[in-house]
């Protein structure tokens, strides 16, 4: 009996201590920081936060990040935000942060998250290089991109760096010919020739066609753009109020009018000459 | 034909007054009418809430009403134009039943749609400013001319029956000799009359054919033109013409019944109409149940997602008692009757004609109500009441006072008029004893 009940406690024990350990069981938390300079202008940084449910990765929305510039000590707080429901959160770097950007050319992020019941504190970090993109364009439709890094004080040519040129659609870019991704040379430069000549643009026939470097180790993420006008000119056309089946009163399709009308006029004529049948029928009857 | 056969034949099919049945029954169907609409007077001071229909269930026993009214009336383009261009001869004692039921149906079919509408005084907006595109604009349309050549339909063919109703004053009292002399004291059987008067018989039974197709088939689109689980066919022009056809000629059978018993028309309307008639009943039930088939094996055998409900709602689910009651009454039981030559005589026919309308009106009622309650976006966030429908007594009270009015107008029509054309059973008693 006392050995059963020695087996029972030992059973016990072990099951509440496998519900604690499940309680305080926390999912790890993947955290990615990328750098990003769009046309040289305000820079942003951009946290992705993951973990693996199920046997696969999810975006995780609602986490607490704090971003800061060199290390994560408090007098290097950049900012904080949530990840939405993409996993993603983004922070502008404030002006505030000026003195410290300017003290190097190379630059370390580092973003932090917020421990919470489901996840622990977790940190990443993103090292880059300050550097910048140059689009320029030739009459004959050539275009030219230089990526350009800075070292010391000075800006020099960036060498081997994997670079897209593209026009910028709604829904995404189009490469500008078959070349998907080209590379810069000693001078920083790369040389892409424009064939999408029938491709759609604004009322001028403008388009924006777009350099990016993306996620590279060095640089992080960068793109220019420039406006040129190598697109055709788009015509609206409007086919508000025009004649279709789903169209207003009064603006029918004529194919439906003539149908309609034509049996309408038909069959009342025949119904109408019958009328008339009735009148002739009193005549007649009156004759008699 | 010596003249005492024509003068029994006349005496016999003469309209006659009221007995006491016949008071008590017309008492009956007023009563129904008195309360409908009072029930209506309360729907136009409240507004359509003292209904059932809400946001889903929009269109609801009315608008089955309507659908069974205008499939009813269906009738008269096959009785009188479809079997007197085919020189059915055995038709010519219904044929006359058989436009008054038209008449009556379409004429209610016309008033249903109006007690439908939340602001009938806005109903005139529907010709000012309706549009050539849409199928309720055709469907008026359609309405109005099918009752047009439905009543000329109707008078033509009563001409020759005028002038001898005028002959019978003292039977027939004053009030209706003054009506008779109104409407066709004119005629006096000339060679030139009975020409242009044929003629016109002849136009209109051609003419009525297809608009009675084009009336049930644009009915038929109001909903099949909408996307929606149920409605959503290529299938429901045929369908609905089947499923009127049937209706209409179910009708003409309780109606041969009823006025045969009551009239006492036996010698007129014989144990072979309704056999010939029971016969076309199972050919009609038989067809519509080929359609009907086809309207839900072959959505179900595919059973897609936004289907699905609504279908299982109607095989095993909320509509399943109802939906089985009318593929049971409307086809399968009058097919099973009307096989046999037994049941073929009047009163196993009468029962099959009644079946096929009870069961008739319920199929209207699961054409327009269920699918309504299964839309492609599931209901969320509503009130309960939105999820289901049931008619409010008003609704009912509605739907069954135009019923009784479609009956009262039947009834006083016979009452006035013969409803057995006088003229041409003599002719073709002559006719037959010629040849």
Same mark, same amino acid.
């Given at each position: 009996?006392?050995?059963?009940?020695?087996?029972?406690?030992?059973?016990?024990?072990?099951?509440?201590?496998?519900?604690?350990?499940?309680?305080?069981?926390?999912?790890?938390?993947?955290?990615?920081?990328?750098?990003?300079?769009?046309?040289?202008?305000?820079?942003?940084?951009?946290?992705? !936060?993951?973990? %693996?449910? &199920?046997?696969?990765?999810?975006? +995780?929305? #609602?986490?607490?990040?704090?971003?800061?510039?060199?290390? /994560?000590?408090?007098?290097?707080?950049?900012?904080?935000?949530?990840?939405?429901?993409?996993?993603?959160?983004?922070?502008?770097?404030?002006?505030?942060?000026?003195?410290?950007?300017?003290?190097?050319?190379?630059?370390?992020?580092?973003?932090?998250?917020?421990?919470?019941?489901?996840?622990?504190?977790?940190?990443?970090?993103?090292?880059?290089?300050?550097?910048?993109?140059?689009?320029?364009?030739?009459?004959?439709?050539?275009?030219?991109?230089?990526?350009?890094?800075?070292?010391?004080?000075?800006?020099?040519?960036?060498?081997?760096?994997?670079?897209?040129?593209?026009?910028?659609?709604?829904?995404?870019?189009?490469?500008?010919?078959?070349?998907?991704?080209?590379?810069?040379?000693?001078?920083?430069?790369?040389? !892409?020739?424009? %064939?999408? &000549?029938?491709?759609?643009?604004? +009322?001028? #026939?403008?388009?924006?066609?777009?350099?990016?470097?993306? /996620?590279?180790?060095?640089?992080?993420?960068?793109?220019?753009?420039?406006?040129?006008?190598?697109?055709?000119?788009?015509?609206?056309?409007?086919?508000?109020?025009?004649?279709?089946?789903?169209?207003?009163?009064?603006?029918?399709?004529?194919?439906?009018?003539?149908?309609?009308?034509?049996?309408?006029?038909?069959?009342?004529?025949?119904?109408?000459?019958?009328?008339?049948?009735?009148?002739?029928?009193?005549?007649?009857?009156?004759?008699? | 034909?010596?003249?005492?056969?024509?003068?029994?034949?006349?005496?016999?099919?003469?309209?006659?007054?009221?007995?006491?049945?016949?008071?008590?029954?017309?008492?009956?169907?007023?009563?129904?009418?008195?309360?409908?609409?009072?029930?209506?007077?309360?729907?136009?001071?409240?507004?359509?809430?003292?209904?059932?229909?809400?946001?889903?269930?929009?269109?609801?026993?009315?608008?089955?009403?309507?659908?069974?009214?205008?499939?009813?009336?269906?009738?008269?383009?096959?009785?009188?134009?479809?079997?007197?261009?085919?020189?059915?001869?055995?038709?010519?004692?219904?044929?006359?039943?058989?436009?008054?039921?038209?008449?009556?149906?379409?004429?209610?079919?016309?008033?249903?749609?109006?007690?439908?509408?939340?602001?009938?005084?806005?109903?005139?907006?529907?010709?000012?400013?309706?549009?050539?595109?849409?199928?309720?604009?055709?469907?008026?349309?359609?309405?109005?001319?099918?009752?047009?050549?439905?009543?000329?339909?109707?008078?033509?063919?009563?001409?020759?029956?005028?002038?001898?109703?005028?002959?019978?004053?003292?039977?027939?009292?004053?009030?209706?000799?003054?009506?008779?002399?109104?409407?066709?004291?004119?005629?006096?059987?000339?060679?030139?009359?009975?020409?242009?008067?044929?003629?016109?018989?002849?136009?209109?039974?051609?003419?009525?054919?297809?608009?009675?197709?084009?009336?049930?088939?644009?009915?038929?689109?109001?909903?099949?033109?909408?996307?929606?689980?149920?409605?959503?066919?290529?299938?429901?022009?045929?369908?609905?013409?089947?499923?009127?056809?049937?209706?209409?000629?179910?009708?003409?059978?309780?109606?041969?019944?009823?006025?045969?018993?009551?009239?006492?028309?036996?010698?007129?309307?014989?144990?072979?109409?309704?056999?010939?008639?029971?016969?076309?009943?199972?050919?009609?039930?038989?067809?519509?149940?080929?359609?009907?088939?086809?309207?839900?094996?072959?959505?179900?055998?595919?059973?897609?997602?936004?289907?699905?409900?609504?279908?299982?709602?109607?095989?095993?689910?909320?509509?399943?008692?109802?939906?089985?009651?009318?593929?049971?009454?409307?086809?399968?039981?009058?097919?099973?009757?009307?096989?046999?030559?037994?049941?073929?005589?009047?009163?196993?026919?009468?029962?099959?004609?009644?079946?096929?309308?009870?069961?008739?009106?319920?199929?209207?009622?699961?054409?327009?109500?269920?699918?309504?309650?299964?839309?492609?976006?599931?209901?969320?966030?509503?009130?309960?009441?939105?999820?289901?429908?049931?008619?409010?007594?008003?609704?009912?009270?509605?739907?069954?006072?135009?019923?009784?009015?479609?009956?009262?107008?039947?009834?006083?029509?016979?009452?006035?008029?013969?409803?057995?054309?006088?003229?041409?059973?003599?002719?073709?008693?002559?006719?037959?004893?010629?040849?």
């Amino acid at each position: 009996m006392k050995k059963h009940n020695h087996l029972f406690i030992t059973l016990l024990l072990s099951c509440i201590s496998v519900a604690v350990i499940a309680q305080d069981a926390k999912n790890d938390l993947s955290l990615t920081l990328s750098y990003f300079n769009n046309n040289n202008q305000v820079q942003y940084l951009v946290a992705h !936060a993951k973990s %693996k449910i &199920d046997g696969r990765f999810q975006m +995780i929305p #609602g986490i607490n990040v704090s971003f800061f510039i060199t290390n /994560d000590s408090s007098g290097n707080l950049l900012g904080k935000s949530v990840t939405n429901d993409k996993g993603e959160a983004f922070l502008l770097i404030p002006p505030t942060a000026k003195e410290q950007w300017n003290k190097s050319a190379k630059q370390t992020f580092v973003v932090v998250s917020q421990a919470s019941k489901l996840y622990d504190e977790t940190k990443a970090s993103s090292d880059i290089t300050k550097a910048k993109v140059k689009i320029d364009t030739t009459d004959d439709r050539k275009i030219t991109a230089t990526v350009l890094e800075l070292k010391d004080t000075a800006w020099v040519p960036a060498k081997g760096v994997d670079l897209k040129i593209a026009i910028k659609r709604l829904d995404g870019d189009l490469n500008v010919n078959e070349t998907q991704t080209f590379t810069t040379d000693s001078t920083g430069s790369i040389t !892409a020739e424009f %064939k999408r &000549d029938s491709i759609p643009g604004d +009322i001028n #026939g403008n388009i924006t066609l777009i350099a990016k470097v993306e /996620d590279n180790d060095t640089y992080g993420n960068l793109s220019t753009e420039k406006i040129v006008p190598w697109g055709s000119k788009f015509q609206y056309v409007s086919n508000f109020d025009e004649r279709t089946l789903f169209a207003r009163r009064g603006k029918f399709p004529i194919w439906l009018g003539v149908i309609a009308y034509s049996i309408i006029i038909v069959v009342w004529g025949i119904l109408i000459s019958l009328i008339f049948d009735i009148v002739k029928i009193k005549k007649l009857g009156q004759e008699v | 034909m010596e003249n005492s056969a024509k003068q029994k034949i006349t005496e016999d099919l003469l309209p006659q007054k009221f007995g006491k049945q016949g008071k008590i029954w017309v008492a009956f169907l007023l009563i129904l009418c008195i309360i409908g609409f009072i029930a209506y007077c309360r729907q136009l001071s409240k507004g359509l809430i003292v209904t059932s229909m809400r946001d889903y269930v929009s269109w609801g026993i009315y608008i089955s009403n309507f659908v069974f009214f205008v499939a009813i009336s269906l009738v008269g383009s096959l009785i009188t134009a479809v079997l007197r261009l085919t020189n059915v001869e055995w038709s010519t004692p219904l044929t006359r039943i058989a436009e008054i039921i038209s008449v009556a149906a379409i004429t209610f079919a016309a008033i249903i749609i109006v007690v439908d509408m939340g602001r009938p005084d806005r109903f005139y907006n529907l010709f000012i400013h309706g549009r050539l595109q849409s199928p309720i604009i055709w469907d008026v349309i359609v309405i109005t001319t099918y009752f047009f050549i439905s009543i000329l339909l109707l008078y033509f063919p009563l001409l020759p029956d005028l002038q001898i109703l005028l002959r019978f004053k003292e039977k027939t009292g004053n009030g209706l000799n003054k009506l008779y002399k109104f409407l066709g004291s004119f005629w006096k059987n000339t060679p030139a009359q009975i020409k242009i008067s044929n003629k016109a018989i002849s136009i209109l039974c051609i003419t009525i054919i297809p608009i009675a197709f084009a009336i049930h088939t644009v009915t038929s689109w109001l909903f099949a033109t909408t996307y929606r689980p149920g409605w959503d066919s290529t299938n429901f022009g045929a369908y609905f013409i089947s499923g009127a056809f049937l209706v209409g000629a179910g009708g003409v059978v309780v109606a041969m019944y009823v006025f045969r018993k009551h009239y006492k028309l036996e010698k007129y309307i014989t144990e072979d109409h309704f056999d010939k008639m029971g016969k076309v009943l199972v050919m009609l039930a038989l067809l519509y149940l080929y359609f009907n088939i086809n309207e839900f094996l072959v959505p179900a055998f595919k059973m897609k997602k936004s289907e699905k409900e609504h279908l299982i709602g109607l095989f095993t689910g909320e509509f399943a008692v109802v939906f089985w009651f009318a593929i049971t009454t409307a086809m399968i039981l009058p097919i099973l009757i009307l096989i046999l030559k037994k049941g073929r005589k009047p009163f196993p026919a009468f029962i099959a004609g009644t079946l096929v309308v009870i069961g008739s009106w319920v199929k209207r009622y699961l054409i327009v109500t269920p699918t309504l309650l299964h839309p492609f976006l599931p209901m969320q966030d509503v009130p309960n009441e939105y999820r289901h429908y049931f008619p409010s007594w008003e609704e009912w009270a509605i739907a069954i006072g135009s019923l009784a009015g479609a009956l009262l107008i039947i009834t006083l029509f016979a009452r006035i008029f013969p409803i057995i054309p006088i003229h041409e059973t003599i002719t073709e008693t002559e006719e037959h004893e010629k040849a």
